[in-house]
């Protein structure tokens, strides 16, 4: 999960946000490089997903433990991801509020 929260919180940081003045609505982009890293993740659990199944003996895991590692891995990326985009996201509403209110 700590792992999921670290590479989320990075993926939130390196998302572009604007807010319109008039409607205070928010629309976010995500960045090319927040992309390849859910590409990757993506990536490496295809491919660990393969290596495990076949060596899950050798390894000292199975494959039920592999997959809820990256099961925690993957809400620990989405939750941090989404506290970010909430965190900024208000802030720029407020204070597209407040100079809504002092104009």
């Keep these: ?3 999921g929260a670290v590479l ?14 008039a409607t205070h609505v928010v629309t976010s982009r995500v960045s ?3 992309m390849l890293l859910i590409l990757g993740v993506f990536g490496l659990r295809y491919l660990l997903r393969g290596a495990v199944a076949g060596e ?11 997959t ?5 891995l993957a809400v620990g990326l989405v939750s941090a991801q989404r506290l970010e985009w909430w965190i900024r996201a208000r802030r ?12």
Excluded at 12 to 21: C, E, H, I, K, L
Excluded at 68 to 72: N, Q, V
């Design 92 to 103: 720029m509403i407020d204070e597209a509020k407040r100079a809504a209110a002092s104009a």
């Design 32 to 34: 090319p490089l927040g």
């Design 56 to 66: 899950a003996s050798v390894l000292h895991v199975t494959a039920a433990e592999v």
């Design 68 to 72: 809820d590692s990256f099961l925690l």
């Design 1 to 3: 999960i700590a792992l």
């Design 8 to 21: 989320g919180w990075w993926r939130g940081r390196a998302s572009t946000f604007t807010v319109d003045p």
